[in-house]
């Protein structure tokens, strides 16, 4: 678990003067889930691009499956399943031509298992690419994803704006891998109440710069909404513990707290009668990104 | 589904795991030698990690609550722990700190505390009247 699948030390991409990701350290575990947060425009894909040697840094070095992008760029791909938000697909191939044509590339490519997943995926082999639905696509670049028995599977955006069905055929798929085959999964999406459950870590991306990472569960315990029914202000808050947001609404007001621990609070609780509420990673998310912005 | 799984709660899901099925064992709701969801199943349905849920089921047989037979699936136990009563009091004396600390900010009396801790442990206990060290063998 402690073996490092992908190492990204202090890289930097610039595109037209505009930094879409500002040396940036990341690092993940072999056998993780981790979940890649982040607006628009955060430097995920980016991010990802990079590992595949889709794009090139300007500075830094990459290290994917102890190998370097630049120089193993197809080493790394054919051991890492990419599924992007639109796959580009050949319209006229019809889906068993398309997985006929993608398996030479992969040497590990397991036919059995190819057709396994496309009944798993509700996929019918006779369908054309140009008349599958958003959904069917998203199931299908899955598969191709998945095929050949990855050791890294990365999700960029692979779920969003198909339907439900769709993506909890997908989750659901992901979620086989992850026990059949202990796969390491990055997965980048907006959609943050799908990987709340499954992610072992999140790493909160903003402006090309990691805001915010850590386990799941030192999130869950280190962020929490502080809400006070009195004028109380928060100036003398126990340390280890930062603000992240606050806002007054009528006759309460409320903190976004980052590094609480019940020990600490117990006093400043019960003095001051403060309410303490677990909060979901969306709010997590948005408070960051808000602490970011403000 | 047999658990209720809170995934924004400050709970790691791999406790409210461990401590749901205690509960529902504990409380009759599962009975001895009831099938409990593979890991597959319970991951699935649930939206979480599967490794979370093995983790979980592992510790769970390690305690003696579940039993887990090749090929069949995980089944309720309920044998011993094979823990020793000091070690068993020095856990539950932990488990009750908490709440009790809470209801010492609440400003609750401790006479009201007895009375819900009273009504919790008949909820659970029932009619069992079995001595320590008798149940489940």
């Given at each position: 678990m402690n073996e490092s699948i992908v190492k990204i030390t202090n890289v930097a991409k610039q595109?037209?003067?505009?930094?879409?990701?500002?040396?940036?350290?990341?690092?993940?575990?072999?056998?993780?889930?981790?979940?890649?947060?982040?607006?628009?425009?955060?430097?995920?894909?980016?991010?990802?691009?990079?590992?595949?040697?889709?794009?090139?840094?300007?500075?830094?070095?990459?290290?994917?499956?102890?190998?370097?992008?630049?120089?193993?760029?197809?080493?790394?791909?054919?051991?890492?399943?990419?599924?992007?938000?639109?796959?580009?697909?050949?319209?006229?191939?019809?889906?068993?031509?398309?997985?006929?044509?993608t398996a030479p590339f992969y040497p590990t490519w397991d036919p059995a298992y190819s057709s396994a997943l496309l009944s798993r995926l509700k996929l019918n082999e006779n369908q054309k690419i140009r008349n599958?639905?958003?959904?069917?696509?998203?199931?299908?670049?899955?598969?191709?994803?998945?095929?050949?028995?990855?050791?890294?599977?990365?999700?960029?955006?692979?779920?969003?704006?198909?339907?439900?069905?769709?993506?909890?055929?997908?989750?659901?798929?992901?979620?086989?891998?992850?026990h059949e085959a202990g796969t390491t999964i990055i997965f980048a999406t907006?959609?943050?109440?799908?990987?709340e459950g499954l992610a072992d870590e999140a790493v909160f991306l903003i402006d090309g710069t990691i805001k915010y990472a850590g386990r799941m569960d030192d999130i869950k315990q280190s962020f929490k909404r502080v809400i006070a029914w009195s004028d109380v202000s928060?100036?003398?808050?126990?340390?280890?513990?930062?603000?992240?947001?606050?806002?007054?609404?009528?006759?309460?007001?409320?903190?976004?707290?980052?590094?609480?621990?019940?020990?600490?609070?117990?006093?400043?609780?019960?003095?001051?009668?403060?309410?303490?509420?677990?909060?979901?990673?969306?709010?997590?998310?948005?408070?960051?990104?808000?602490?970011?912005?403000? | 589904m047999f658990l209720k799984i809170d995934p924004r709660s400050s709970i790691p899901i791999y406790s409210q795991i461990i401590d749901q099925v205690k509960l529902q064992a504990a409380s009759g709701r599962l009975r001895l030698g009831d099938r409990i969801p593979t890991v597959r199943e319970l991951a699935t349905e649930l939206r979480i990690n599967p490794n979370t849920v093995a983790k979980a089921y592992r510790d769970l047989e390690r305690e003696g609550i579940l039993e887990g037979k090749p090929g069949q699936g995980s089944f309720i136990a309920c044998k011993d722990s094979g823990l020793?009563?000091?070690?068993?009091?020095?856990m539950i004396s932990r488990a009750m700190e908490s709440p009790l600390v809470q209801a010492y900010h609440l400003q609750l009396a401790q006479d009201s505390v007895r009375t819900v801790f009273d009504a919790k442990l008949h909820e659970i206990y029932q009619d069992d009247t079995t001595q320590e060290g008798d149940r489940h063998e």
């Open positions: 595109f037209g003067g505009i930094r879409a990701v500002d040396h940036l350290n990341l690092t993940v575990s072999r056998g993780s889930v981790v979940a890649l947060l982040g607006p628009n425009g955060a430097g995920k894909t980016t991010t990802i691009r990079m590992m595949l040697d889709l794009l090139r840094p300007d500075s830094g070095t990459i290290e994917v499956i102890g190998m370097n992008p630049r120089t193993h760029a197809k080493a790394i791909r054919q051991r890492c399943g990419y599924v992007p938000e639109r796959p580009r697909m050949i319209p006229w191939m019809t889906i068993r031509k398309i997985m006929d044509f599958l639905s958003r959904g069917e696509e998203a199931r299908l670049a899955l598969l191709l994803g998945l095929a050949f028995k990855p050791e890294l599977l990365i999700l960029d955006d692979a779920t969003s704006g198909i339907d439900p069905a769709a993506r909890r055929d997908i989750l659901e798929n992901v979620i086989q891998v992850i907006h959609l943050l109440h799908e990987i928060l100036t003398d808050i126990p340390p280890g513990a930062t603000v992240v947001t606050g806002k007054k609404t009528g006759p309460h007001t409320e903190w976004m707290i980052k590094g609480f621990r019940n020990e600490a609070w117990q006093k400043l609780m019960s003095e001051h009668h403060l309410e303490i509420q677990d909060v979901s990673l969306e709010e997590i998310y948005l408070a960051c990104h808000d602490e970011s912005a403000g | 020793n009563a000091e070690t068993k009091m020095r």
